[in-house]
C-alpha cells in the first residue's frame, strides 16, 4: 500500500512538474497562446505576467485571461481562465464582449486589474490576491480606446494610460477606479512623433519616466517595441528608440505589444510574437535588457533562450523554441499522433531556415540528431551564427508519414552559437515537420 501510495506521489510530482515548468521562449506551454503580457512583481516577490488569452487565427482575443506567475523566470506556471466575461471566472456582469489587453496595479490591500473590451470600452476589477478570483468589475467612464496601463509615482499618485495612435493619459482618483476627468491629455506620445500604434505601458527608473509601446517606426509595422522618456509623468516624452522587434518571428508578424520589469535586480522585456501564419494566434516571451549611463535601452534580439542560460546542444530542444524563422515555416501545434503535447515548425519548403539563440555546445559536439515527419526528400543544412556560412553538416532525409529520428556528422561546433538551419527540398511543396532536435 505504502508502494502504491508512493507511485501516485511520483506521479502526480511529475505530472505537476510537466504542466508547471516552463523554460526558455515561448514562457507559455504548448497550445496556449497568450498575448499583450503586462509583467507585474508583487510584494512577496513573485512575478505575475497578465495577458490576452488568444483562441483562433481567425481574430484578437477572447472572452478570457490567463495568468503566469514564477520566481525565477525560467519555471511558469499557467492559471488558464483567471478573468473572463463569461462562465465561472465572470467578472464583468455588464457585458460578454471580447477582453482585449489587461493590467494590474496594487494598492492598499487590494489588486485591481484593468481590463479593455472588444467594444473599446475600459472597466476595473478587484481582488485581494494577485491571482485573483477579481470579481465586480465596472467601467471607467471617459475611456473610450484599448489597452489600459496604470502608473503610481513615488508620491503615491496613479496615472492612467490607454489609446491607439494617440495616447491619452489622466490621473486617477484615490479609489483607483475612476479617473478625474478634468486631468485628461491627450496625445501625451503620437504616432507621428514617436511612432506610437497602441499598448501603453509607464515606469520610473533613477528619475526618469519610461514610456513603452508598440512601435511602428519600421517596415511599416507595429513590430517593435519601442519608449520615450520625460522628466514628468504625463510628458512631454521624447522618443528613444526600438527595445525590441519581433519582425521574422513568423510568416505573418504584424504587432507587439509588452511591459518592462525590474526582478530581483535585473530588468526585463516581456513581448510577444506570432504563431502559425497569424497575427492572431501570439505567444509570450522574454528577454533581459539594461541601461546605459545616460538611462536610454540599448536594443536586444529575441532569443530562444530568454532569462534563462543558453540552451544546451546534448538535451532535446524542441523545434517551437526557435526565434528566427524565415519562408513558410512557422511554429504550429503537432498533430495529434504525437504522444506527448508539442509545438513544431510546420509547412517547411525548399529555401526556409529557422534559427535559435542561443545554443551551448560545450567542449564540442559529433552527431546532429532530429524527429521529423516528411512528405518529401529533402535536406537540412546544420550552419553556426550565420545562414550563408559553411554548414558544419548536412541531413539527408526521405519521405516517411509517421515519423524518424535521424542523425548526421557534424564538426566545428563548440562554445555558444546561434544555431540556424536551412530546409532543402522539391520547390514549391511543403517538405517535413520537425519536432525536436539534439546533438550528441
Known sequence: MLKTIRILFILQFAFY????????NPICPAGIYMADPTARVDKNGKMYVYGSRDESPDYYCSQRYDLLSSTDLCNWSLTEN????????????????????????????????????????GGVAVSRSP????????????????????????????????GQFAAKAARLNPDMKTIDISSVKDSVVTEKEHFFHEGSFVFKRNGIYYFVYTDISRQDRATCLGYSTSTDPLGPFKYGGVIIDNAGCDPAVWNNHGSVAEFKGKWYVFYHRSTQNSVTMRKVCVEP??????????????????????????????????????????????????????????????????????IDFGAGVKRFTVHLRAWQAGSIAVVPDYPWREPAGVLEFTAADNGQTLSCNVSGLEGVHTLWLQFYGEKDKDLFELDWIRFE
Open 289 to 358: 535588457i539594461t541601461f546605459r549611463e545616460d538611462g536610454s535601452i540599448p536594443e536586444v534580439p529575441m532569443t530562444s533562450q530568454g532569462a534563462g542560460n543558453p540552451l544546451k546542444a546534448a538535451e532535446k530542444i524542441d523545434a517551437g523554441r526557435a526565434c528566427l524563422m524565415f519562408g513558410n515555416v512557422r511554429m504550429e501545434m503537432q498533430n495529434a499522433e504525437y504522444k506527448a503535447p508539442n509545438e513544431i515548425l510546420a509547412g517547411i519548403r525548399n529555401g526556409d531556415r529557422a534559427a535559435w539563440k542561443y
Open 131 to 162: 491571482a485573483g478570483e477579481f470579481k465586480n468589475g465596472q467601467p471607467i467612464e471617459g475611456v473610450g480606446s484599448i489597452d489600459p496601463n496604470v502608473f503610481i509615482d513615488d508620491d503615491g499618485q496613479a496615472y492612467y494610460y490607454w
Open 17 to 24: 512538474i510537466l504542466h508547471s515548468a516552463f523554460p526558455q
Open 82 to 121: 483567471s478573468f473572463s466575461t463569461v462562465g465561472k471566472t465572470d467578472g464583468v456582469p455588464y457585458s460578454d464582449a471580447s477582453l482585449y489587453a489587461p493590467d494590474m496595479m496594487y494598492k492598499d490591500g487590494t489588486y485591481f486589474l484593468y481590463y479593455c473590451l472588444s467594444d473599446f470600452t
